[in-house]
Structures are given as structure tokens and as C-alpha cells.
């Protein structure tokens, strides 16, 4: 088990930024790959974001690109998303997940391991 913890959610206005953490409590993330996803009321989970293990490759969703950023820090077990210039349209619940696959994934079953989810409400 990875147990993960997501933190940073709140409500913003429009165009503000917002910092998302993901931490594994006693357990080191850099055996895996790393992504966020974001599920709003009555759609499906979607992928924001994914980082390898290194944290050289990456993977954004269209909808993201150029306003979020995802990082690592293996040595503080922690997952950042960093979210800029958001908009209405990307509020929703944000969850953390870990895959213990090899190669980056956009795919919500390739997860092994999930947060509890961390609310982003974005008012216009």
C-alpha cells in the first residue's frame, strides 16, 4: 500500500493559481510513476497530469497545457501540481495516483493507488 495525501485544494476566482501536494506518508515515491486526476460532478475521472519517476517526462491533458506544471521531489515523497490562470471549468475533485508500471500512462486503471481527493471549486 502507498497511502497518499492530497493537499492545497480551496476556492479561487478566476485567473489565480493554486499549488496541489501529494504526499506518501513514510514511503518513498520514486519507484513510481505519478499522476493527478481530476473527476467533476457527473463526468468521468480525467488525467491533468503525469510525471515519470525521474521527473524528466511528463504528460499534460490538452486542457492544462501551458497553465499547469507537475513536479516531483523524491527526496521530500512529494507531488506538486501547480495550477495558474485557472478557470471555472477546471473545478472539480483532484486526486493523486501512483503507478507502479515503468512508462508514463494516462489511463485511470493503469493506477495502483489513489488520495482521497482534494475539492478545487473555481468561481467566474
Known amino acids: 500500500q502507498v497511502p497518499l495525501v492530497e493537499s492545497g485544494g480551496g476556492l479561487v476566482q478566476a485567473g489565480d493559481s493554486l499549488r496541489l501536494s501529494c504526499a506518501a506518508s513514510g514511503r518513498t515515491l520514486s519507484n513510481y510513476v505519478m499522476g493527478w486526476f481530476r473527476q467533476a460532478p457527473g463526468k468521468e475521472r480525467e488525467i491533468v497530469a503525469a510525471?515519470?519517476?525521474?521527473?524528466?517526462?511528463?504528460y499534460y491533458a490538452d486542457s492544462v497545457k501551458g497553465r499547469f506544471t507537475i513536479s516531483r521531489d523524491n527526496a521530500k515523497y512529494t507531488v506538486y501540481l501547480q495550477m495558474n490562470s485557472l478557470k471555472p471549468e477546471d473545478t472539480a475533485v483532484y486526486y493523486c495516483?501512483?503507478?507502479?508500471?515503468?512508462?508514463?500512462?494516462?489511463?485511470?486503471?493503469?493506477?495502483?493507488?489513489w488520495g482521497q481527493g482534494t475539492q478545487v471549486t473555481v468561481s467566474s
Open positions: 510525471i515519470n519517476w525521474s521527473g524528466i517526462s511528463t
Open positions: 495516483a501512483a503507478d507502479e508500471g515503468w512508462h508514463i500512462s494516462p489511463l485511470v486503471d493503469d493506477y495502483d493507488y
